[in-house]
């Protein structure tokens, strides 16, 4: 091998380097965002599910709310039925 081969060869691993140390570097960066965006959406699912079972918590009880207006209802019949008699 020549000394202008040596040379050449070297210029060329150097350069090779640096592509991948940039390469690496770039990667490196693409991997931190997608791990911080990972760890925003952990917390805005958690965030979420905090909200909706607040909500949960809050609403009426739909069935108990409806066996209560037929119960009414059926007492006012009844009240009716016996009143008019």
Do not use: F
């Not at 965006?37 to 079972?53: A, C, F, N, P």
Request: hydrophobic share 40%.
């Amino acid at each position: 091998m020549t000394e202008h081969q040596h040379v050449t060869a070297n210029a060329d691993l150097t350069e090779l380097r640096r592509s991948l140390d940039v390469g690496l570097t770039r990667m490196d960066g693409r991997l931190a965002l997608l791990l911080h965006r990972g760890e925003q959406t952990e917390k805005d699912l958690e965030d979420l599910e905090t909200r909706v079972s607040g909500i949960e918590r809050g609403r009426w009880p739909l069935p108990g709310v409806a066996a209560l207006t037929a119960l009414c209802a059926l007492a006012v019949s009844v009240w009716q039925a016996i009143g008019h008699y």
